[in-house]
């Protein structure tokens, strides 16, 4: 019989587990859509005035090139903190995508956030992954001031196998970070119970095997170097643990809890009773997990800009009255068939106000945004912003600017119509304005029911 060497044999049992266990919020709700048949995918939609810079690179790792995105809150006087959003997927699967719905709504309630990809376990073994996370954390942190980003108020958190390597990146970059949150990921690697899952000789290799490149038998320095606990003292960052009702996910919590209570750290742990693992993938879970960690880093970094709320999120992906807020003049709806959809009609916070749609013109639901590249459609008079509003007489919303003149308004042309996301069928119109009669020519936009 032909025999292949002992580190090939890894090395494809790696990529095949690689391969054959996607991670994603898809795969995940058809796990366990039978068990919790209530939960519905997060929606990874930016809530104005959430501004979303995507693909930037931090990184080459040879012809590789990692990337981040950034959710920003709406212009503020003040920079704002900075939460760094490492996913989940066994050290060997998932994207940064997964961490969307998380921070666009942590960007709602002020906080910029970035979602990070790494090298996984079938492109480099640890410990890869935690260098290219410090990377972009130091990236972050030289680059963040010209996105209005506070680079003094840094929080790293991730869930799953994205929670050990934020956890570890935080015990062991204490100057660079200040609050660390851990969603239901391991904090000891070399506890019995983890190696019951993690080293189990059935497993060949196991997820955290695949990532060490051996067992604890054979690299037991590596898993304990691997592991946060082994890192906590009295220079970590306070912690917050946010805990499914699967314990063994978050094994050694209470040890590290214990340990950094020694050294007068703060940490505390919520609970969500009844939950599966990758909760926070899913609605009705995703709300009280963004309110935790919300809560939690008001108390451990200086608070975040005062802004007024984009809308009360009802937890499911609904949100009720959102848009008769004073950052969000002149409320405009307009009725399809028996649909009602809403937007506000100043393009002053870019990347684009949000489109919503209601049966009863109380419970909204957001179904787009109405301007994606809105960056492109600066006002043609400084201070003057791009407007949106219904025209009742053509049963369309209408886009106009002022002209450099200052004394008629503009269409907005071409630029428009390529970012007209959900908005089509645009159509050339007449709209007089105010000014000594002027008119103009005006893209109708029409909405499809």
């Known amino acids: 019989?032909?025999?292949?060497?002992?580190?090939?044999?890894?090395?494809?049992?790696?990529?095949?587990?690689?391969?054959?266990?996607?991670?994603?919020?898809?795969?995940?709700?058809?796990?366990?859509?039978?068990?919790?048949?209530?939960?519905?995918?997060?929606?990874?939609?930016?809530?104005?005035?959430?501004?979303?810079?995507?693909?930037?690179?931090?990184?080459?790792?040879?012809?590789?090139a990692l990337g981040l995105d950034l959710y920003l809150p709406g212009p503020a006087g003040q920079p704002a903190p900075l939460v760094l959003l490492v996913h989940g997927?066994?050290?060997?699967?998932?994207?940064?995508?997964e961490m969307a719905p998380l921070a666009a709504r942590l960007a709602a309630r002020g906080y910029a956030a970035a979602t990070v990809s790494y090298r996984l376990s079938g492109q480099a073994r640890y410990p890869a992954a935690i260098d290219d996370v410090r990377e972009a954390l130091r990236w972050l942190r030289l680059n963040g001031a010209g996105f209005g980003i506070d680079p003094a108020r840094v929080a790293i958190a991730g869930g799953s196998a994205g929670g050990q390597i934020a956890a570890l990146v935080g015990m062991t970059s204490p100057g660079a970070v200040r609050a660390v949150v851990n969603i239901d990921g391991l904090s000891d690697f070399t506890s019995a119970e983890a190696r019951k899952h993690e080293d189990d000789p059935a497993k060949n290799p196991s997820a955290a095997g695949a990532w060490?490149?051996?067992?604890?038998?054979?690299?037991?320095?590596?898993?304990?170097?691997a592991s946060p606990l082994t890192h906590a003292g009295k220079d970590s960052p306070p912690v917050l643990f946010i805990v499914s009702g699967v314990p063994r996910f978050s094994t050694g919590r209470e040890a590290m809890s214990a340990q950094l209570a020694r050294h007068g750290i703060l940490t505390d742990t919520v609970?969500?009773?009844?939950?599966?693992?990758?909760?926070?993938?899913?609605?009705?879970?995703?709300?009280?997990?963004?309110?935790?960690?919300?809560?939690?880093?008001?108390?451990?970094?200086?608070?975040?800009?005062?802004?007024?709320?984009?809308?009360?999120?009802?937890?499911?992906?609904?949100?009720?009255?959102?848009?008769?807020?004073?950052?969000?003049?002149?409320?405009?709806?307009?009725?399809?068939g028996d649909t009602y959809y809403m937007v506000a009609?100043?393009?002053?916070?870019?990347?684009?106000?949000?489109?919503?749609?209601?049966?009863?013109?109380?419970?909204?639901?957001?179904?787009?945004?109405?301007?994606?590249?809105?960056?492109t459609l600066g006002a043609a008079v400084p201070g003057k912003a791009?407007?949106?509003?219904?025209?009742?007489?053509?049963?369309a919303f209408v886009a106009f600017s002022y002209s450099a003149d200052g004394q008629r308004y503009t269409p907005l042309g071409a630029p428009f119509e390529a970012a007209m996301g959900r908005w089509v069928g645009a159509q050339i119109g007449l709209f007089a304005t105010g000014a000594a009669g002027a008119r103009a020519d005006i893209d109708h936009i029409r909405i499809t029911p």
Not at 386 to 395: K, N, P
């Open 1 to 64: 019989m032909k025999r292949f060497p002992v580190g090939l044999l890894l090395a494809l049992a790696t990529a095949t587990a690689w391969a054959q266990a996607p991670y994603n919020a898809e795969t995940t709700h058809r796990k366990l859509v039978r068990d919790y048949p209530f939960i519905r995918i997060a929606s990874a939609e930016a809530p104005a005035p959430v501004q979303v810079r995507k693909d930037l690179v931090y990184a080459q790792r040879g012809e590789l």
């Open 89 to 97: 997927g066994g050290w060997r699967s998932g994207e940064r995508g």
């Open 212 to 225: 060490f490149g051996g067992r604890y038998a054979e690299k037991p320095a590596l898993w304990r170097d």
């Open 271 to 336: 609970a969500l009773p009844d939950t599966p693992h990758s909760f926070w993938l899913f609605d009705p879970w995703l709300a009280p997990t963004v309110d935790a960690m919300s809560g939690f880093l008001a108390r451990v970094l200086p608070p975040p800009p005062a802004r007024p709320p984009w809308s009360p999120d009802l937890g499911d992906g609904r949100y009720r009255n959102p848009i008769p807020h004073a950052a969000y003049p002149d409320p405009d709806v307009i009725r399809v």
């Open 345 to 375: 009609s100043s393009f002053a916070n870019a990347p684009g106000l949000p489109l919503l749609v209601s049966k009863d013109m109380v419970d909204w639901a957001l179904q787009g945004h109405a301007l994606q590249c809105a960056e």
């Open 386 to 395: 791009v407007q949106l509003r219904m025209h009742v007489t053509a049963g």
